[in-house]
Structures are given as structure tokens and as C-alpha cells.
């Protein structure tokens, strides 16, 4: 794993645990450009992890 994925997956970790305060059984809806995929879909694994409820993980531009 490079120096950028560690950082990156820690970046994930804290945003989810710290920044979203996010708690099990909650719903949560994500939207995320494709420029973002590495650190979305990281915190994706992060709040399933915890147990977050996703109703909705897409783009917010329609095209």
C-alpha cells in the first residue's frame, strides 16, 4: 500500500468517525463526483462497517 493509500484510507476513517459522527442504524445519503471514487468509495466501506444505513450512493450531476 502506498504512503497516499494509507493517508487516504485514514482520511476516510476520520471523516466517518469524527467529521459525519455518523452512529449504527442511521441512513446516510452520499453523492460523490467520479473524481472522488478512491476516497468515496473508502468511506463507503467505512460506514457499512459501522453498521449506517445507504439509501442513495451516486453522482449529483445527472447527465
Not at 9 to 25: M, S
Not at 26 to 42: M, N, R, Y
Request: aromatic share 6%.
Amino acid at each position: 500500500m502506498t504512503d497516499y493509500a494509507k493517508k487516504l484510507k485514514a482520511y476516510a476513517e476520520l471523516t466517518v468517525k469524527i467529521g459525519l459522527n455518523i452512529q449504527p442504524g442511521q441512513t446516510l445519503i452520499v453523492h460523490a463526483l467520479v473524481e472522488s471514487k478512491d476516497f468515496f468509495v473508502l468511506s463507503l466501506k467505512k460506514l457499512m462497517i459501522l453498521g449506517v444505513l445507504l439509501i442513495n450512493a451516486g453522482s449529483p450531476v445527472a447527465k
